[in-house]
């Protein structure tokens, strides 16, 4: 006995050997599959377990957020002391120790999901797995996926029920069936006014448990490997499971012929150039060299120049993208201080531009409805709110609209394991 147990010891088993006797399994397709995790908590931990156990390759995962105590009981991968530390790195570590795929690379990203992952970087994902748990990131991932023609899967966890829906290229895809809850929900942490972020936005305590978060994520993780391995998927079909009744149920989600998410980029010219470290003024002149004077650059974000203070009508300057102003700024300093209060009736007249001065375009002369200034052109891309690696829209004198990665970046969010082809 023990004679036969030593020569099955020393065949070539591999981890992954029992999935290899999968008839249509293919290993090398996972070994070399780039995934993005958009999300580190409850199904986020579930889902980079499972991908590591399989030997997916290439993994990066992206959260905003730190560990909290709550957290421990449904995440796999964080341990008490790391209570504090940021989601995305601890994840990230945990799960390269987890992996079995000597080669496997796994990056984080400590970003916010929303603003600062650049459409360069889901560009270069075979797939997306979103686990966030509100429909501000799900809409965003959505538009962003689709726009580069890449499938994601959606889950969500709520109780002992859950659901997962994978979209595709062309198929239904998440906008198509967006309902008004879901818009106020992906509103609620923007101040309704100015359009800035809440600074205290009441934390959404979810009633959930890691059981359903661990099916869910298997559930997600399996369209995952289908979708690597060319294998039939129902895009757009949700699949929900009722954990009390232990019941399953397909929805076919109905497709919106006029749904704004459904654009997607053509040609991509790629830049040598980095949101972290080129500025306004570079940017312009590569522009210039390629397309002509005259062109015209979209912004990823508003860009906030300033806004009329909430009591006195006074304006503060911010000069910044908007989602980096928050709510409590909304008051000068004289007001905050106690020596100017004239009170709310003291504001001008309603409308937008009474009250707020942002920017949502720029050229060589101007930053919105204002002559650009040495100060603005000299700034980092990152500063007026255009994330790394993002792709912008850029438009020539003639109107004709272009694409244009800052591919520069490759180099500063992946690490060399990735293998991206040098920029030619
Ligand atoms: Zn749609
Ligand atoms: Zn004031």
């Not at 020393?10 to 993005?36: H, K, S, Y």
């Not at 590591?52 to 990066?60: D, N, S, T, Y």
């Not at 002559?371 to 109107?399: C, F, M, R, Y």
Request: glycine share 8%; charged share 25%; hydrophobic share 40%.
């Amino acid at each position: 006995m023990s004679f036969e147990l030593k020569e099955r010891a020393e065949t070539v088993e591999t981890p992954f050997d029992r999935q290899e006797r999968i008839g249509w399994w293919r290993q090398d397709v996972l070994r070399n599959a780039r995934v993005m995790v958009i999300g580190a908590g409850a199904l986020g931990n579930e889902v980079l377990k499972n991908l590591v156990l399989l030997g997916i390759g290439k993994i990066l995962v992206v959260d905003f957020d730190t560990i909290s105590v709550s957290n421990l009981s449904r995440t796999v991968l964080f341990r008490p002391e790391d209570v504090g530390k940021r989601k995305a790195a601890v994840a990230a570590e945990r799960a390269r120790d987890m992996a079995l795929e000597r080669t496997s690379t796994v990056d984080f990203l400590d970003a916010d999901i929303v603003w600062e992952l650049g459409l360069g970087i889901y560009r270069r994902m075979d797939l997306v797995i979103g686990c966030v748990d509100n429909d501000e990131a799900r809409l965003s991932i959505n538009r962003a996926a689709r726009s580069v023609g890449k499938p994601w899967i959606n889950g969500g966890i709520f109780e002992l029920s859950g659901s997962i829906t994978p979209y595709g290229r062309e198929q239904t895809c998440y906008e198509c069936t967006v309902t008004p809850d879901q818009v106020a929900d992906a509103q609620s942490r923007y101040d309704s006014c100015e359009q800035v972020k809440k600074r205290y936005v009441a934390e959404e305590r979810m009633p959930t448990v890691q059981i359903t978060s661990a099916l869910v994520a298997s559930l997600q993780v399996q369209e995952a490997v289908k979708i690597l391995h060319g294998e039939f998927v129902d895009f757009g079909v949700r699949l929900a499971y009722n954990g009390t009744t232990h019941g399953f149920h397909r929805i076919s989600l109905p497709f919106d012929e006029g749904c704004l998410a459904h654009g997607q980029f053509e040609d991509i010219h790629q830049l040598p150039l980095s949101a972290r470290t080129s500025t306004v003024a570079e940017l312009l002149d590569h522009l210039e060299q390629k397309f002509g004077d005259d062109v015209k650059i979209d912004l990823a974000a508003r860009f906030i120049r300033r806004i009329r203070c909430r009591n006195c009508g006074k304006w503060i300057s911010f000069e910044r993208p908007a989602h980096r102003v928050f709510d409590d700024e909304l008051i000068c300093a004289d007001c905050r201080s106690g020596d100017h209060p004239t009170g709310a009736e003291a504001l001008p007249g309603e409308g937008g531009s009474d009250y707020v001065q942002a920017v949502t375009t720029f050229s060589r002369r101007n930053f919105g409805n204002e002559p650009i200034s040495p100060n603005i052109s000299g700034k980092a891309l990152w500063e007026i709110g255009i994330p790394p690696l993002h792709i912008l829209n850029v438009t020539d004198a003639e109107q004709r609209q272009f694409a244009c990665e800052l591919s520069g970046d490759v180099a500063t969010i992946f690490s060399d394991g990735w293998d991206f082809p040098p920029l030619t």
